[in-house]
């Protein structure tokens, strides 16, 4: 099947070096991320009703603090609602082993789904095997565990390719700097996929673009007011330092944060990332983040949702779909934001 993504981009061109062309980044990203999933399905809208009981259990990684993840939670408990399916949302708090222990004892009372991003690719391995040999439905939501591939088959995913992610930040980046440039990259969990096949990616595309770039990998830590007094400390340190780009959404807005205190003025040096907190947009709306990336994760929790439900329903081959995502800035966030992520 042809795979779509959706991307929107109604960037102005302020970037210091050549401008920058939107259609062009949404062009590559799109090609780049066909090529990397020709299976991937679509993200499509469709209504399916349980007509038997069926329930789910999503365990995410992080905390119900964490606004990106209570809005996905969030919108998969209405979507169980509106189809009369049992929902309970976990967290592990950041412990991919715990979030391994949960997914057996969510398999112990009996739920039919479980849905997750597994972002640590093998920790919670024997986990899913366990719940796959019980008949249990696994859905990998973005984060996509390292399986054989009899057991992949299994599970349906919306998967993100975090190397081709790393390579559109750096599409980015590459407009507002100068070769040699020093780069900081903020993670709250330095070995975690979505930061390591991000940074790999962000130096390959720099590379091919014939910059030599320093990439510093920084472990900011998964709590925002530490994250920024880490990044603080580090641009005090490296004044140097030509951008601040990460996956991390707690890091890249805790980034913000510390140019605040550190009295550093708005996009000097430009944050390039995600915008999944309130914090990550206020950092957009105020110039701090020149360009932000929303993950699509309302409409992709949703469908994760239904897919779930048709798996248990109808048995239906596991379904492999790829990330929507939405290009943002200062002009276009309040209307391309979720309320939820906003406040």
């Known amino acids: 099947m042809e795979l779509t993504m959706k991307l929107v981009s109604k960037l102005p061109s302020r970037f210091k070096k050549r401008a920058v062309s939107s259609a062009a980044i949404a062009a590559a990203a799109v090609l780049a991320l066909s090529a990397c999933s020709p299976a991937a399905e679509p993200i499509v809208e469709e209504s399916v009703v349980a007509s038997v009981p069926i329930s789910v259990a999503f365990i995410g990684e992080s905390s119900a603090t964490d606004a990106i993840w209570s809005l996905a939670a969030g919108e998969m408990r209405d979507e169980a609602g509106s189809l009369g399916v049992d929902f309970v949302d976990r967290f592990a708090e950041g412990d991919y082993a715990l979030q391994a222990r949960m997914i057996d004892e969510e398999v112990a009372r009996g739920v039919d789904a479980i849905i997750?991003?597994?972002?640590?690719?093998?920790?919670?391995?024997?986990?899913?095997?366990?719940?796959?040999?019980?008949?249990?439905?696994?859905?990998?939501?973005?984060?996509?565990?390292?399986?054989?591939?009899?057991?992949?088959?299994?599970?349906?995913?919306?998967?993100?390719?975090?190397?081709?992610?790393?390579?559109?930040?750096?599409?980015?980046?590459?407009?507002?700097?100068?070769?040699?440039?020093?780069?900081?990259?903020?993670?709250?969990?330095?070995?975690?996929?979505?930061?390591?096949?991000?940074?790999?990616?962000?130096?390959?595309?720099?590379?091919?673009?014939?910059?030599?770039?320093?990439?510093?990998?920084?472990?900011?830590?998964?709590?925002?007011?530490?994250?920024?007094?880490?990044?603080?400390?580090?641009?005090?340190?490296?004044?140097?330092?030509?951008?601040?780009?990460?996956?991390?959404?707690?890091?890249?807005?805790?980034?913000?944060?510390?140019?605040?205190?550190?009295?550093?003025?708005?996009?000097?040096?430009?944050?390039?990332?995600?915008?999944?907190?309130?914090?990550?947009?206020?950092?957009?709306?105020?110039?701090?983040?020149?360009?932000?990336?929303?993950?699509?994760?309302?409409?992709?929790?949703?469908?994760?949702?239904?897919?779930?439900?048709?798996?248990?329903?109808?048995?239906i081959e596991p379904p492999k779909r790829v990330q929507p995502y939405v290009l943002v800035d200062s002009s276009n966030a309040a209307e391309l934001i979720p309320s939820g992520i906003q406040r």
């Open 116 to 315: 997750a991003p597994f972002f640590d690719p093998e920790v919670a391995n024997a986990a899913i095997g366990r719940a796959l040999e019980a008949g249990v439905k696994i859905y990998a939501l973005l984060g996509v565990p390292a399986l054989p591939e009899a057991q992949l088959s299994q599970i349906g995913s919306t998967a993100a390719s975090w190397n081709e992610y790393g390579r559109v930040l750096a599409e980015i980046t590459i407009e507002q700097v100068d070769d040699g440039a020093s780069i900081l990259f903020p993670a709250e969990f330095p070995g975690a996929s979505y930061i390591t096949d991000a940074v790999i990616g962000f130096e390959e595309y720099m590379a091919e673009q014939g910059f030599a770039v320093k990439v510093t990998v920084l472990d900011a830590g998964s709590d925002s007011t530490i994250s920024a007094a880490r990044q603080l400390s580090y641009l005090t340190a490296n004044p140097d330092t030509d951008a601040i780009v990460s996956t991390g959404s707690i890091a890249i807005a805790a980034a913000a944060t510390a140019m605040r205190q550190g009295g550093l003025k708005a996009g000097a040096p430009p944050l390039v990332g995600f915008v999944t907190n309130p914090q990550g947009y206020q950092a957009v709306v105020e110039g701090y983040m020149t360009t932000g990336i929303w993950p699509g994760l309302d409409a992709i929790s949703r469908q994760a949702l239904r897919d779930v439900v048709n798996m248990v329903r109808d048995d």
